[in-house]
């Protein structure tokens, strides 16, 4: 299986700052590399796909780096309804796997 | 718009069998390939099982491979996940998505939308 990690696995931050946030795939995945937000109490949210596509309705501030093994999710000035979860996922085989995951909360 | 909802989370007992399901709508769904997702409590995110649109291909976690069977019914746009020989460790919210392609695979293909989820809680 293709496993992922991710870092930080939280971080706390400000209203406009810069975020950023890693993830590492145990394997070369190409760019098959999706993100998710994710909310307490409600289902995650798809952000990024094939590393770097950003979802329609997604606000611009969202943008996501990388191929092969490394892969970055940025978000370039921290808005208050960003605070939340967000994790990596491989669709590059079966087991589709995640990443742990990576807590933004407030400073 | 595109719609999930999930149903048939319960409270069973270890070595327990449960059935989910998930109605669909909003899109052609025998067009695409569906998955289940599962998160225990304060836990992160686990893929459980995918099939594809026309049903004759799934697959499984390694963890619940030979207990759980994903199905679907694509005249009432419906998706099941038929749980046997319930663990503690099966205990968690469980999401089904949707998938972009028709397929499980290929590589190009992601998790969008997702239902607001089932708790299903496994203890004695």
């Avoid at chain 1, 208050?80 to 933004?104: H, I, K, L, M, N």
């Amino acid at each position: 299986d293709i496993q992922m990690t991710q870092s930080p696995s939280s971080l706390s931050a400000s209203v406009g700052d810069r975020v950023t946030i890693t993830c590492r795939a145990s394997q070369t995945i190409n760019t098959y590399l999706n993100w998710y937000q994710q909310k307490p109490g409600t289902a995650p949210k798809l952000l990024i796909y094939d590393a770097s596509s950003l979802k329609s309705g997604v606000p611009s501030r969202f943008s996501g780096s990388g191929s092969g093994t490394d892969f970055t999710l940025t978000i370039s000035s921290l808005h208050p309804e960003d605070f939340a979860s967000y994790y990596c996922q491989q669709s590059y085989d079966t087991p589709f796997t995640f990443g742990p995951g990576t807590t933004v909360d407030l400073k | 718009e595109v719609h999930l909802l999930e149903s048939g989370g319960d409270l069973v007992q270890p070595g327990g069998s449960l059935r989910l399901a998930c109605a669909a709508s909003g899109f052609t769904f025998s067009s695409s390939a569906m998955s289940w997702v599962r998160q225990a409590p304060g836990k992160g995110l686990q893929w459980v099982a995918g099939i594809s649109g026309g049903g004759a291909s799934s697959h499984y976690a390694d963890s619940v491979k030979g207990r759980f069977t994903i199905s679907r019914d694509n005249a009432k746009n419906i998706l099941y996940l038929q749980m046997r020989t319930l663990r503690a460790e099966d205990t968690a919210v469980y999401y089904c998505t949707k998938m972009l392609n028709n397929v499980v695979v290929p590589a190009y293909n992601w998790f969008d939308p997702w239902g607001p989820g089932t708790l299903v809680a496994v203890s004695s």
